[in-house]
């Protein structure tokens, strides 16, 4: 009688990567509700400031359901919770095809959806990083990338089934798509085992550092929980940075194609909404870029310095957008914007992982999204409060630059403060 032997076959880590890529691609489609927003408005007789306002719930909503999708996923599993997010976020977009009046609208897209965005995106993000251990950066600037190129991909072909089938039966599309693939990918993504390993890699051994003040038994190497953290002005400080940060690139992102149509309009032989389309395109694969680059030089010249010229940038595109009529020049100054805006989501991460240590980042980083979703309001509601038939959007333009400059000198202060510290760890007395 032979005996045989059985072998456990790891799975391959890099199409796990992949069907969590493709799983990204799909539900950071936040950015496609711009193009809906005047197709919305005139269907429904609604005002753009109304509909807009789903966008900034769905924002929030996503960034409080991403705290607690960590937590969940560890409980059932990543593939689990990534299968019931998808089926919730293409329902909701289904829905929202149905919806007859603004309280529909906001609980199918701004609430539904939004919980389902933030069931996917968190665990696809974390479960991949953890298969990569020894390129944990790298990792993540993948699945980030996916996030930028996916509103950029499908913004044309959500413009293309509006203008087919109208604006109803295009977000009911789009809500099966998005179910389909996103289950797609979900079936193929499984948890890495508790301290992975990938075979010929040790992780890199670093000094201890030293403890900080009072921390706790269980975060010996100084690493804040949530209590301790928001018990830190520091946090309220990074918080309102982020929110007054996200402020301009959130408008641009919820509101770009109506923009675009008002300042440009047709071009050529294309409409003002295939234009409109473009420039979220344009928008977001410009993102991509200021991820790559500010993922780059992050390493080299830290946080605060990447957040000034962030800010700078920002600031002195806006006031560029107020005069940008022009279809070229108006292109060139979305280029700008939202390449600036995309390093704001590679800065925070890791600003928030020295400021607090790395232990609690998940959480940490989770409340700490809560100033985006800060942002996610002020932006577009800058964008439709301020516009008006003698200026159009050049007082909103002008209030995201005051805003951003606000955020400078913050930015500033704090900066020198940590200089004179030595630390970026705020010391808890």
């Not at 996103?182 to 992780?203: C, E, H, M, S």
């Not at 980083?365 to 996610?376: D, E, P, R, V």
């Amino acid at each position: 009688m032979t005996s045989t032997k059985t072998t456990t076959r790891e799975p391959n880590r890099y199409g796990i990567l992949t069907a969590a890529f493709v799983v990204m691609f799909f539900v950071a489609s936040i950015a496609l509700f711009s193009v809906f927003l005047n197709p919305l408005s005139e269907q429904h007789g609604w005002s753009t400031a109304e509909v807009s306002l789903s966008y900034s719930i769905f924002q929030t909503v996503m960034a409080v359901t991403g705290i607690f999708s960590g937590r969940i996923c560890d409980k059932f599993g990543p593939r689990t919770v990534m299968l019931v997010g998808g089926f919730v976020f293409g329902l909701g977009w289904f829905l929202t095809g149905m919806a007859d009046s603004l309280p529909m609208l906001y609980i199918c897209h701004g609430l539904i959806a939004a919980i389902g965005n933030g069931l996917v995106y968190n665990p696809a993000l974390t479960t991949a990083q953890r298969w990569f251990p020894d390129i944990r950066g790298k990792a993540s600037g993948i699945l980030l990338a996916a996030a930028a190129i996916g509103p950029a991909t499908l913004a044309p072909v959500a413009n293309a089934l509006s203008g087919a089938f109208g604006v109803s039966n295009a977000l009911k599309i789009l809500g099966v798509i998005f179910w389909v693939t996103i289950t797609l990918g979900a079936l193929f993504v499984q948890p890495a085992p508790a301290d992975y390993r990938p075979k010929g890699w040790n992780p890199p051994v670093v000094d201890k550092p030293a403890p900080v003040a009072e921390a706790t038994k269980s975060d010996d190497d100084g690493s804040f929980d949530v209590k301790a953290m928001l018990s830190s002005p520091r946090f309220y400080v990074l918080l309102a940075v982020y929110a007054m940060a996200a402020s301009s690139g959130t408008m641009l992102v919820g509101a770009v194609s109506s923009i675009s149509q008002e300042h440009v309009g047709a071009v050529g032989t294309m409409t003002a909404a295939a234009f409109g389309a473009m420039a979220v395109s344009i928008s977001t694969i410009s993102n991509f870029l200021g991820r790559l680059t500010f993922g780059a030089l992050y390493d080299k010249f830290g946080a605060f310095k990447c957040l000034s010229i962030m800010l700078v940038v920002t600031a002195l595109a806006m006031i560029a957008m107020s005069f940008a009529y022009n279809a070229v020049f108006f292109v060139a100054c979305v280029i700008v914007l939202g390449f600036a805006f995309g390093a704001l989501l590679v800065i925070y991460p890791p600003l928030t992982g020295e400021t607090f240590g790395t232990k609690h980042l998940g959480v940490n980083y989770g409340i700490m999204f809560l100033g985006y979703a800060l942002g996610a309001w002020i932006g577009p509601r800058l964008a439709t409060g301020l516009h008006s038939e003698a200026y159009g959007y050049r007082m909103a333009f002008y209030a995201a630059a005051g805003i951003t400059l606000a955020g400078l000198v913050i930015v500033l202060l704090l900066a020198a403060r940590v200089r004179k510290a030595g630390t970026m760890m705020p010391v808890r007395k």
